[in-house]
Each structure stands twice: as structure tokens, then as C-alpha cells.
């Protein structure tokens, strides 16, 4: 007979699933309640985060865009987090997650500077409630859970959510932070980007645990495992973690089961020098657009020509936002001492 937490462990291995692989719904009960236009946000949403990444990949090629980690493969889990969310909702990302950021008002010029190193990146329009892109892995986890305590205080009705990849559950901010939101009891959501590989390691060669969502267990809080290549459960699972975060029932771990179709960055990393192609065949077939294509086409809400505008705007917002960075110009050394340090006139 299994014991209360071994039953509890058996439903982490459950990842939450609305879409099977041809883009049919598996229980009808299961669809999100979005109406045709929201569906359809959703595919615009990922079709621009995908042209987006290419634009980038190409750019830093280029010499044009500094550091940039890929999100291709990735655009569900990004996509269907960020639809749940309000304006009110801070999001403290990784670097990684520059999707998020952008559907969240910032606009791509700041992430274009901050990619470039260029201190005005990080210099938010006011209302966007984002912080820039963390280079510390895991590091935004315990920023997350204090931000939560703050609208906990403040008595506003917001979530805090901090986005992270499963390597960034191998941290000591991970448990920390999740810890602290749990004590508490602050509106939190952690975010684990399961893409498997914290850059060459496996997941496997991380952690003895058998899923990422179950570490939760430890903290008191809830935990999610979720088809992280399915937008619409994605999207589910993250909305029913919002309302519970503003009804004060906890914060939540959402593992999203996920791939990078691409390298970890831009710097040199080779994933064929750890990666299987047979693994890689697997995980293209649960490809995010071409999943969520299928659902949207049997419904007659999309087609190539409106793929093919999304993909032409996209284009040219990138186009047009380069071009003003570009005629800003680098960073001076002045520039990066005088917000670097303060200065002072100390007496003596």
C-alpha cells in the first residue's frame, strides 16, 4: 500500500496535457475558457517568438545583438505563462526570457540595449512591472519572493513570478526562495523551464529526484508538472496558479516539460556534443507551432497568409528597433562609471 507521499510523487509523473500531438483536445473538459480572438493571440504570440529568435540569432552573427540564449522549442511554456498574466503581475526573468518581458510592455529596443550591455536596456517605461533579464542563475527566485511579500503587504492583488530553467532548480536560491514565499504564504509562482540539459548537463546528472515539480513538497507549496510543448495547458495550469496565489492558498511550482530546439546561448556552445539525435527527432515532433497549427487549422481560425503577416511584422518591428539602437550608439566608459558607482564627498 503506498504511503500519502508516495501517492502524492505518483502525481507529479502527470503532466498536465490538453493537445495530443495532432493538435486534438484529449478531454473536452480541459479547454481553456479563451474566446477565438485569445486563440489566436496565442499563435501570434508564438510565431513572433520564433521569427524573433532567428532575427536574434541572426543579428548576434552579425555583430549587431551581444549575448542571446535561443527559445526556440521553448515558445509554449513562455507564451502560455505570460497570457495569464495582468498588468499588475511582475515577472522577474532569467535570460532566457525575453518573450515574456516583450508581451509584457518592454518594449524590444530595451532588450536589444540590454543585450548589447548597454546600461538604458534595464531602464523600463514606467508601469512595466518587469525586472531585466537575471545573468545569475537562480538568483531571481529569492528577488521573486520577496516582491511577493511586497504586494502581499502593499495589499495589491498582483503575482510575483519568477522564471528559471532546471538548472537553476540546482541553486540554493531555488529552495530558499521557494521556502520563504511558502512561510509567507506570498503570491508566488516559480517557474522551472525543464528544456533538460543545464547547458551540456542533464537533467538526470542534476538531481536524484524524479521530477523537478515534486521538490515543491519540501517547501508546502503547490507543484506542477506540465506538457511544457502544449499552449493551451501551459496556459491552464498557469492561470489556475494566478488565482490561487491571489486568493492567498500559496505559491506554486509549475515544471514545464520542454526543449531548446537550438544551443543554450550564442557563445560557442555545440549541443551535438551531448545531445542525441534521436533524442532531438522525439522532442520535433511535439514542436509547440506545429501542435498548436493543427488545433487552430481543424477550427478554421488559421492559415498560412495570416502566418506569413505575423512573420513579415515581426520582421520589420525587429528591423526597425536595430536601426534605432544602432543610431543611439555604444555605451561610453563615462557612462559606465557614472551609474556604476556613486560618488561622494566625504569629510574628514
Known sequence: MQSTYEQKVDDFFREVSVLDLEGNIKNQSDIPDLKDDELIELMNRMVFTRTLDKQSIMLNRQGRLGFYAPTSGQEASMVGTGFALHREDWILPGYRDIPQLFFHGVPLTNLFLWSRGHFQGGQFPEGVNALPPQ????AQITQAAGVALGIKKRGKKGVAVAYTGDGGSSQGDFYEGMNFAGAFNAPAIFIVQNNQYAISTPISKQTAAKTIAQKAVAAGITGVRVDGMDVLA???????????AINQNGPTLIECMTYRFGPHSTSGDNPKLYREAEQENVWKQKDPLDRYRKF??????????????????????IKVAIKEIDLLGPQTLEDLHRYMYENKNLQR
Open 135 to 138: 545573468i545569475i542563475i537562480g
Open 234 to 244: 501551459v496556459y491552464k495550469v498557469m492561470k489556475d496558479a494566478r488565482e490561487r
Open 296 to 317: 487552430l487549422e481543424q477550427r478554421g481560425l488559421w492559415n498560412s497568409d495570416m502566418e506569413e503577416e505575423v512573420i513579415l511584422k515581426a520582421k520589420e518591428e
